[in-house]
């Protein structure tokens, strides 16, 4: 089942702009993840933030949580036409160990 | 080695063929799964495998029929299968159930005619 809801659903930038992705989940977390997938290939793990951590930085990717909001976002500095693909979060249940996606952003950068 | 593979990359099948789908790791994962993916869509968890046994099954139709020969080998086998059924089918890995971070092969897109 899907555990939340992620948003915007499509983003479209110019190269050089930073990409702003929301992520609402429903369950207490163990943690975190975020997870990109290019077009019909498989999901490639960009970053994990646990539930006791608040932000997390990984090259130019930025990621934080508010368990309280039961939220997180991922930011992605100075995108490059490389960077077009579609993101999925994907929460790690405190009760439960499969992995559950968002709905998922597809982002569009332009050159 | 941190790389999933599957075979075969693309699958076109009939309703009344008999095919299989396959997954290896050589990362001495012992949890797999198998996830199904609609276009647009996020990807559904169908299967787990922890330590070559049949973990979870999330009401998964009886057409679908997986199959964990050792550690690292996932199989999944497709009988009588519907045009509903076409989507991309993703096998993961994990280094075991209680280790969420997952890694994904490249998928195989079957198109059921």
């Known amino acids: 089942s899907q555990q939340g809801e992620e948003d915007p659903q499509a983003l479209s930038i110019q190269e050089g702009e930073n990409a702003t992705m929301n992520c609402s989940y429903k369950t207490s977390i163990n943690n975190l993840q975020w997870y990109r997938q290019n077009s019909g290939r498989g999901l490639v793990h960009l970053i994990l933030?646990?539930?006791?951590?608040r932000e997390k930085h990984s090259g130019r990717l930025r990621v934080t949580l508010d368990t309280s909001k039961k939220s997180s976002s991922l930011l992605i500095t100075a995108s490059r036409a490389a960077d077009t693909a579609s993101y999925f979060c994907a929460t790690d249940e405190a009760y439960g160990r499969q992995l559950t996606f968002g709905s998922g952003t597809q982002l569009t950068v332009l050159p | 080695d941190t790389e999933v593979t599957q075979t075969p990359k693309h699958l076109v099948m009939g309703m009344t063929n008999k095919k299989s789908l396959k997954c290896e790791q050589h990362?001495?994962?012992?949890?797999m799964y198998w996830y199904k993916q609609k276009a647009k869509k996020p990807p559904e968890l169908m299967f787990v495998?922890?330590?070559?046994?049949?973990?979870i099954n999330e009401s998964v139709p009886s057409r679908f029929s997986p199959e964990c020969p050792n550690s690292s080998l996932l199989n999944l086998h497709l009988h009588a299968l519907q045009p509903e059924d076409s989507a991309l089918y993703l096998c993961?890995?994990?280094?075991?159930?209680?280790?969420?971070?997952?890694?994904f092969g490249p998928g195989t897109r079957l198109t059921v005619t």
């Open positions: 495998y922890s330590y070559e046994k049949l973990s």
């Open positions: 933030i646990r539930s006791n951590e």
């Open positions: 993961a890995s994990s280094q075991d159930k209680t280790q969420s971070r997952q890694y």
């Open positions: 990362m001495g994962h012992r949890a």
